[in-house]
């Protein structure tokens, strides 16, 4: 949450700055151009504080899966060499959930609600398996509807959590965020939703 609330400063600032400091050159460029120029530095200059963010993020599941799988926390040690194990493969989930996700939003949003409801299982399948990231993703669906009740209920209430402590002063966040993400894998691997060990 603390890099998220960072790359939201840095983005707005990359944002911004390079407007006013086109805007004096009225010469050279008009508004619109400027808006342009201003909104691809902030696009670019940004990437790697939206890289950390969201990897901080998955991260708060995926070490959670890893434990419940492996039966052992990693350490940041095994945390960094995981990750640099299979780069690719985990950039390349992130893009097609994103893809997926907002497919299923333009195609009547349930779709695409359903699909962000599958994250914690798809975590856990794209980072204790080796399943090709398409049958993770299915995979990820099968399991949400096993029961899909029972987890629809669990993962509202834990983002109710997370958006009842944003809003209480942004700070009870930073505990409920990690703890909502351990409670979801512990869920779905006391529940069975999850075959952690399958490979393809």
């Known amino acids: 949450m ?6 939201t400063v840095f983005s707005i600032f990359l944002r911004f700055t390079p407007y006013y400091l086109l805007e004096e050159n009225i010469g050279q460029y008009s508004d619109l151009q400027a808006e342009v120029i201003a909104s691809f530095i902030s696009a670019i200059g940004s990437l790697p504080t939206t890289i950390i963010a969201n990897l901080a993020g998955i991260l708060m599941m995926a070490v959670p899966a890893i434990y419940y799988t492996t039966d052992r926390c990693p350490n940041p040690g095994e945390i960094a060499s995981i990750l640099s194990q299979k780069p690719l493969r985990y950039l390349l989930a992130g893009f097609q959930f994103v893809i997926v996700g907002v497919v299923g ?5 349930v779709p695409g609600i359903l699909v962000s409801l599958t994250s ?10 080796d399943l090709d990231l ?11 509807f096993q029961d899909f ?5 669990v993962s ?3 983002s109710l959590v997370v958006i009842g402590s944003t809003l209480l002063c942004f700070f009870p966040v930073l505990a409920a965020l990690p703890m ?3 409670y979801m894998q512990n869920y779905i691997h006391h529940k069975g939703l999850v075959r952690a060990r399958e490979l393809a």
């Open 105 to 109: 939003l333009l195609l009547c949003i």
């Open 180 to 182: 909502t993400g351990l």
């Open 156 to 158: 509202l209430l834990c």
């Open 2 to 7: 603390v890099t998220t609330f960072i790359d």
């Open 120 to 129: 914690p299982l798809y975590v856990h399948y794209v980072f204790t398996t």
């Open 134 to 144: 398409i049958t993770c993703l299915s995979k990820s669906f099968k399991g949400m």
């Open 149 to 153: 009740g029972s987890y629809f209920v």
